[in-house]
Protein backbone atom coordinates (compact mmCIF):
# COMPACT_ATOMS: atom_id res chain seq x y z
CA UNK A 1 0.00 0.00 0.00
CA UNK A 2 1.36 3.48 -1.20
CA UNK A 3 2.13 5.67 1.80
CA UNK A 4 4.52 7.36 3.90
CA UNK A 5 6.39 5.92 7.16
CA UNK A 6 7.89 6.92 9.71
CA UNK A 7 10.54 5.01 11.86
CA UNK A 8 10.80 4.87 14.57
CA UNK A 9 7.13 4.52 16.40
CA UNK A 10 8.47 5.94 19.62
CA UNK A 11 11.85 6.52 21.15
CA UNK A 12 13.44 7.61 24.50
CA UNK A 13 16.69 9.28 24.18
CA UNK A 14 18.59 10.80 26.61
CA UNK A 15 19.80 14.65 26.55
CA UNK A 16 22.85 15.24 24.49
CA UNK A 17 22.67 12.67 22.32
CA UNK A 18 22.54 12.47 18.45
CA UNK A 19 19.25 10.92 17.19
CA UNK A 20 17.65 10.53 13.43
CA UNK A 21 14.00 10.38 12.67
CA UNK A 22 13.41 8.48 9.50
CA UNK A 23 10.49 9.00 7.21
CA UNK A 24 10.26 7.40 3.58
CA UNK A 25 7.25 7.70 1.34
CA UNK A 26 6.39 5.55 -1.89
CA UNK A 27 4.20 7.87 -3.87
CA UNK A 28 6.74 10.18 -5.48
CA UNK A 29 6.06 13.11 -3.81
CA UNK A 30 8.69 15.95 -4.44
CA UNK A 31 7.53 17.85 -1.64
CA UNK A 32 8.32 17.02 2.02
CA UNK A 33 7.65 18.20 5.58
CA UNK A 34 8.41 17.70 9.11
CA UNK A 35 5.94 19.06 11.91
CA UNK A 36 6.18 18.34 15.81
CA UNK A 37 3.25 18.65 17.97
CA UNK A 38 3.40 19.57 22.10
CA UNK A 39 0.34 18.96 24.41
CA UNK A 40 -2.30 21.61 23.92
CA UNK A 41 -0.20 23.13 20.80
CA UNK A 42 -1.39 22.93 17.11
CA UNK A 43 1.19 21.25 14.68
CA UNK A 44 4.34 23.69 13.75
CA UNK A 45 6.44 23.45 10.38
CA UNK A 46 10.01 22.16 11.42
CA UNK A 47 11.64 21.92 8.07
CA UNK A 48 10.32 20.86 4.22
CA UNK A 49 12.20 20.22 1.09
CA UNK A 50 10.42 21.67 -2.22
CA UNK A 51 11.85 18.76 -4.15
CA UNK A 52 14.95 16.72 -3.76
CA UNK A 53 18.15 18.68 -2.59
CA UNK A 54 16.27 21.34 -1.55
CA UNK A 55 15.23 22.08 2.13
CA UNK A 56 13.86 25.26 3.56
CA UNK A 57 13.22 26.36 7.30
CA UNK A 58 9.90 26.53 9.01
CA UNK A 59 8.30 28.00 12.11
CA UNK A 60 10.62 25.97 14.48
CA UNK A 61 13.76 24.95 12.99
CA UNK A 62 16.99 25.32 15.66
CA UNK A 63 17.86 22.79 16.92
CA UNK A 64 16.80 20.26 13.86
CA UNK A 65 18.62 20.03 10.40
CA UNK A 66 17.52 17.82 7.50
CA UNK A 67 18.35 16.49 4.03
CA UNK A 68 17.07 15.39 0.99
CA UNK A 69 19.36 13.23 -0.36
CA UNK A 70 16.55 11.52 -3.06
CA UNK A 71 12.74 11.82 -3.52
CA UNK A 72 11.75 8.94 -0.90
CA UNK A 73 13.40 9.96 1.79
CA UNK A 74 13.45 13.19 4.56
CA UNK A 75 15.19 12.04 7.55
CA UNK A 76 15.40 14.78 10.29
CA UNK A 77 18.14 15.02 12.78
CA UNK A 78 18.28 16.57 16.14
CA UNK A 79 22.22 16.69 16.90
CA UNK A 80 22.43 17.09 20.16
CA UNK A 81 18.92 16.14 21.82
CA UNK A 82 17.06 18.41 25.09
CA UNK A 83 14.46 17.72 26.87
CA UNK A 84 12.22 20.68 25.65
CA UNK A 85 12.88 18.72 21.75
CA UNK A 86 10.01 16.02 23.54
CA UNK A 87 7.30 15.65 21.15
CA UNK A 88 5.51 13.78 18.62
CA UNK A 89 6.81 14.44 15.34
CA UNK A 90 4.52 14.15 11.96
CA UNK A 91 6.32 13.76 8.38
CA UNK A 92 4.14 14.67 5.61
CA UNK A 93 4.45 14.86 1.80
CA UNK A 94 2.60 16.20 -1.41
CA UNK A 95 2.50 16.12 -4.89
CA UNK A 96 4.13 19.86 -4.73
CA UNK A 97 3.99 23.03 -2.20
CA UNK A 98 0.75 23.42 -3.77
CA UNK A 99 -1.09 20.31 -2.93
CA UNK A 100 -2.57 18.00 0.10
CA UNK A 101 -0.16 17.06 2.49
CA UNK A 102 -0.57 13.42 3.32
CA UNK A 103 1.21 12.54 6.96
CA UNK A 104 2.56 9.89 8.68
CA UNK A 105 1.53 8.21 11.75
CA UNK A 106 4.30 10.02 13.76
CA UNK A 107 6.76 8.99 16.11
CA UNK A 108 6.40 10.24 19.73
CA UNK A 109 10.17 11.03 21.26
CA UNK A 110 11.49 11.83 24.85
CA UNK A 111 14.40 13.11 25.57
CA UNK A 112 15.00 12.99 29.21
CA UNK B 1 -1.06 33.02 6.28
CA UNK B 2 -4.61 34.73 6.71
CA UNK B 3 -5.51 34.16 10.93
CA UNK B 4 -8.02 31.35 11.32
CA UNK B 5 -10.94 31.28 14.34
CA UNK B 6 -12.69 27.87 15.02
CA UNK B 7 -14.80 26.99 17.78
CA UNK B 8 -12.86 25.15 20.53
CA UNK B 9 -15.22 22.13 20.44
CA UNK B 10 -18.46 20.87 19.34
CA UNK B 11 -20.92 17.95 19.45
CA UNK B 12 -23.15 16.41 17.09
CA UNK B 13 -25.59 13.29 17.07
CA UNK B 14 -24.70 10.07 14.91
CA UNK B 15 -26.19 10.38 11.50
CA UNK B 16 -26.81 14.15 11.58
CA UNK B 17 -24.88 16.45 9.59
CA UNK B 18 -22.21 18.24 11.01
CA UNK B 19 -21.68 21.94 10.42
CA UNK B 20 -18.14 23.35 11.68
CA UNK B 21 -17.70 26.74 10.97
CA UNK B 22 -14.37 29.03 10.12
CA UNK B 23 -13.77 32.89 10.24
CA UNK B 24 -10.78 33.56 8.09
CA UNK B 25 -11.53 37.39 7.52
CA UNK B 26 -7.82 38.61 6.86
CA UNK B 27 -7.62 36.35 3.59
CA UNK B 28 -5.99 37.09 0.28
CA UNK B 29 -7.24 36.81 -2.74
CA UNK B 30 -4.42 33.74 -3.57
CA UNK B 31 -5.01 32.21 -0.31
CA UNK B 32 -7.00 28.49 -0.55
CA UNK B 33 -8.86 27.30 2.46
CA UNK B 34 -8.08 23.94 3.88
CA UNK B 35 -9.60 21.15 6.23
CA UNK B 36 -7.99 18.46 8.23
CA UNK B 37 -8.63 16.24 10.43
CA UNK B 38 -6.72 14.73 13.45
CA UNK B 39 -8.21 11.43 14.89
CA UNK B 40 -6.56 10.81 18.61
CA UNK B 41 -3.22 9.79 18.50
CA UNK B 42 -3.06 9.18 14.48
CA UNK B 43 -1.25 11.66 11.66
CA UNK B 44 -3.51 14.43 10.61
CA UNK B 45 -5.98 13.57 7.60
CA UNK B 46 -6.68 15.75 4.26
CA UNK B 47 -10.49 16.26 4.23
CA UNK B 48 -10.94 19.48 1.12
CA UNK B 49 -9.93 22.60 0.30
CA UNK B 50 -11.38 25.40 -1.95
CA UNK B 51 -10.72 29.21 -2.94
CA UNK B 52 -14.01 30.79 -3.77
CA UNK B 53 -16.48 28.07 -5.16
CA UNK B 54 -18.17 25.64 -2.81
CA UNK B 55 -16.76 21.66 -2.84
CA UNK B 56 -17.60 19.12 -2.46
CA UNK B 57 -15.86 15.24 -2.22
CA UNK B 58 -16.60 11.75 -0.38
CA UNK B 59 -15.93 13.13 2.58
CA UNK B 60 -17.17 16.06 3.28
CA UNK B 61 -18.36 19.56 1.36
CA UNK B 62 -16.37 22.74 1.76
CA UNK B 63 -18.97 26.04 2.20
CA UNK B 64 -17.28 29.49 1.20
CA UNK B 65 -19.13 32.77 1.56
CA UNK B 66 -19.03 35.33 -1.23
CA UNK B 67 -16.77 37.47 0.80
CA UNK B 68 -14.26 34.50 1.43
CA UNK B 69 -14.47 35.43 4.59
CA UNK B 70 -15.85 32.38 6.54
CA UNK B 71 -16.44 28.68 5.09
CA UNK B 72 -18.22 25.78 6.81
CA UNK B 73 -17.24 22.82 6.64
CA UNK B 74 -20.20 19.94 6.52
CA UNK B 75 -20.13 16.43 7.25
CA UNK B 76 -23.35 15.19 5.90
CA UNK B 77 -24.13 11.93 7.94
CA UNK B 78 -21.14 11.92 10.99
CA UNK B 79 -20.80 8.81 12.37
CA UNK B 80 -18.80 7.87 15.90
CA UNK B 81 -15.66 7.96 13.61
CA UNK B 82 -15.91 11.28 12.78
CA UNK B 83 -14.89 12.50 16.05
CA UNK B 84 -11.20 14.23 15.98
CA UNK B 85 -9.92 17.37 15.92
CA UNK B 86 -10.72 19.78 12.77
CA UNK B 87 -8.55 22.16 11.56
CA UNK B 88 -9.21 24.72 9.00
CA UNK B 89 -5.87 26.43 7.54
CA UNK B 90 -5.45 29.09 5.07
CA UNK B 91 -2.46 28.72 3.00
CA UNK B 92 -1.36 30.10 -0.24
CA UNK B 93 0.99 32.93 -2.48
CA UNK B 94 4.34 32.44 -0.54
CA UNK B 95 3.58 30.60 2.20
CA UNK B 96 2.00 27.75 0.37
CA UNK B 97 3.02 24.57 1.86
CA UNK B 98 3.73 25.78 5.10
CA UNK B 99 0.81 24.64 6.96
CA UNK B 100 0.01 27.24 10.07
CA UNK B 101 -2.26 24.66 12.64
CA UNK B 102 -4.43 26.75 15.59
CA UNK B 103 -6.43 24.68 17.86
CA UNK B 104 -8.95 23.07 15.93
CA UNK B 105 -12.67 22.27 16.57
CA UNK B 106 -12.95 19.38 18.59
CA UNK B 107 -15.63 17.52 17.30
CA UNK B 108 -17.34 14.55 19.58
CA UNK B 109 -19.98 12.50 17.58
CA UNK B 110 -22.57 11.12 19.91
CA UNK B 111 -24.55 7.45 19.69
Known amino acids: IAGITQAPTSQILAAGRRMTLRCTQD?????MYWYRQDLGLGLRLIHY???????GKGEVPDGYSVSRANTDDFPLTLASAVPSQTSVYFC???????????FGPGTRLTVL | DAKTTQPTSMDCAEGRAANLPCNHS???????VYWYRQIHSQGPQYIIH???NNETNEMASLIITEDRKSSTLILPHATLRDTAVYYC????????????FGQGTILTVHP
Open chain 1, 92 to 102: ASSRTLNNEQF
Open chain 1, 27 to 31: MRHNA
Open chain 1, 49 to 55: SNTAGTT
Open chain 2, 26 to 32: TISGNEY
Open chain 2, 50 to 52: GLK
Open chain 2, 89 to 100: IVTGGTSYGKLT
